[in-house]
């Protein structure tokens, strides 16, 4: 088991509590994120990887904690698989890549950082789905409003990740954006 305490801390010294995100700071989401990986039994650097999901930004979350540039650092901070899973996540060009989910160019990944396109393994994607979802997922049981905003291109997006995602992450999408 990784030292929480120690992630959180560095989350912190970053100014993940400072930095405010739709339903509070930064930091509550990204734990927010953790917890709901943990209760889906997600494997440990899948968790880890949630913890800190959103350090280098995301396409839809510009301020960024530290930068791609910073890699080596995050990587002994966090371990390998969750740095390389946080990275994907951080550099999806979700108007590129989002689309492919659920269909046969969904392993060719866009990276928003260097612009290109390049394959990722069925594992990597199965691991960012079930990161999307989480976040998601966060996000969406604290806001009616992001629901009503976001709620059926969501549906739409999770539709498509049956058989990649977990059966817990699929059934708390059900259970929050389709009851």
Known sequence: MTDTGTLLAALRAMGAGELEHLNGSLEAHLRGTAALLRQWGAPE???VAGLYHAVYG????RPALTSPGMRQRIRALIGNDAEDLVYVYGACDRDRYYPRIGTPAQLQFSDRFTGTDYAITPDQ??????LILANELE??????????????S???L??????LASDAAMRAYRTILVA
Do not use: K, Q
């Not at 049981?141 to 905003?149: H, I, L, V």
């Not at 999770?158 to 058989?163: K, V």
């Open 158 to 163: 999770f539709e498509r990740m049956a058989g």
């Open 45 to 47: 650097p899948v968790c």
């Open 58 to 61: 995301t396409d839809a979350f």
């Open 125 to 130: 994607l199965a691991c960012l789905c079930e």
């Open 139 to 152: 996000i969406a049981s604290g806001s009616p409003a992001f629901r009503a905003e976001h709620g059926e």
């Open 154 to 156: 969501l549906r739409e």
